[in-house]
Every structure is written in structure tokens, then in C-alpha cells.
């Protein structure tokens, strides 16, 4: 099974659309979580999971076809569930070849873990995985705002809070090691089944978007 995640950066050139589709197509995941989503038509996938629509005025002026997170699966939704910010993170279970997977995707802090905001929106997604973990087989993943085996981009407070909620919660970061990289795959010990685990990176450039996508397959 292949799971990854990628900031699309709003897509905010049109003329990249079909370099981002080429490297997503190449990727190929079972399932795809990406941030930053603007109008970008994955036709490999037939299920698709997605925050709210975002107001179009603003600090961000978001447009019409843009979400925060879009969760693109090729295993069928069971259910879909609330959580605490519908317009940040969307929450849903699928039917997968290895049992029922929860999958929560997510950004944490819009702005970055320098905006104030941050440790808030921080302490109720931790309250959303201490629920929807103990719903079944779980996977956490998404645009974290935080590095977590180099100084690249973290605070020591919000790293602590992660670190703290994984290891209460039976959850393995499995890209915590993956340097310059602040998005990340958090899955439940009892789903990994001690499968062995791949790492594939693309976009180490950024020149894509500023964000490196990052998979992991086991």
C-alpha cells in the first residue's frame, strides 16, 4: 500500500497543473492526501474526501476551487466524520485490501507554527486523534508545520506535543527522519503489521511548489 502527501501551494500557476498531475500519476498512491488543493482533476482516483469551500475574501482571497485538504483514495469510502474545522481538516474511513483505514488530513497552523493561532488549532487536532485513533486503524497525515530530525522548521513546544500525542496513541511517524520536510505519514503500529517501509521524495527542488511530496509504501 502506498500513502502520500504533498502541499500544492494553491496550484497558483495554471501552467504547472499538468507537471504536478505527472508527478502524482508517477507516485502512484492508493491513497493521496494534498494541502493546498486548487482545481487539479485526479482522474486515477474514484473516491475523494475534502474540506469545506473557503470564503473568497480575505487575507489568503482564496478562489472558488480551492480546499485545504483533499484525501483522493482508490478504496471506497465507508464513512466520512466531522472534525474540529471542516474548512482544515477532513476525516473519513476507507475500505482497504488491509482492513478499514481512518484517514485525517490535515494542516496544522494556515500560517505557519510562528502564528499565534498555531498552538490552538495544534491542541484540537490532538484532541481530534485521540478520537478518531481509537475509532480503528488510523493514519494522521498532511502539512504539519513541523520538522522533526533536523532544526529545519519547528518549535520546541509544538514538536513536544506531537512527539507526546503519537506515543500515547500507538502512532509511528514513519517520515519523522525525512529532512527539510514539515508534511509527514503517521500510521497506527497494529496496521503496519511490522511491514517494512519505503520512503519515496519528488519535488526536492521545490520548483514545483515549496513543499517536497513525500510517500511511504509498506
Not at 498531475?21 to 493546498?36: G, H, R
Not at 475523494?48 to 480575505?58: D, I, Q, S, Y
Not at 505557519?112 to 495544534?122: A, H, V
Not at 506515543?167 to 500510521?187: F, P, Y
Amino acid at each position: 500500500m502506498k500513502i502520500a502527501t504533498w502541499n500544492i501551494e494553491r496550484l497558483k500557476t495554471r501552467k504547472i497543473s499538468n507537471l504536478i498531475l505527472k508527478e502524482t500519476k508517477s507516485i502512484n498512491a492508493d491513497i493521496l492526501i494534498l494541502t493546498e488543493y486548487n482545481h487539479l482533476e485526479l482522474d486515477d482516483y474514484g473516491f475523494k474526501v475534502e474540506t469545506k469551500n473557503l470564503p473568497a475574501t480575505g487575507s489568503c482571497n482564496y478562489s472558488k476551487t480551492e480546499r485545504r485538504v483533499v484525501i483522493f483514495s482508490k478504496y471506497p469510502v465507508v464513512s466520512a466524520f466531522e472534525t474540529y474545522d471542516n474548512s482544515t481538516s477532513c476525516c473519513a474511513e476507507f475500505k482497504t485490501p488491509n482492513g478499514s483505514l481512518i484517514v485525517y488530513g490535515s494542516i496544522v497552523g494556515i500560517l505557519g507554527n510562528r502564528d499565534k493561532n498555531f498552538n490552538s488549532e495544534l491542541d484540537m487536532q490532538i484532541n481530534d486523534i485521540n478520537k478518531f485513533h481509537k475509532k480503528g486503524n488510523f493514519c494522521y497525515a498532511g502539512d504539519l508545520n513541523m520538522s522533526f530530525s533536523d532544526n529545519y522548521y519547528y518549535t520546541k513546544d509544538g514538536r513536544k506535543k506531537f512527539i507526546d500525542c503519537f506515543q500515547k496513541n500507538n502512532l509511528i511517524n514513519l517520515t519523522e527522519k525525512v529532512k527539510e520536510s514539515i508534511d509527514h505519514i503517521i500510521v497506527n503500529e497494529n496496521f503496519l503489521k511490522n511491514s517494512k517501509v519505503d520512503i519515496y521524495e519528488w519535488n526536492t527542488d521545490k520548483k514545483l511548489s515549496d513543499h517536497k511530496g513525500i510517500c511511504v509504501e509498506f
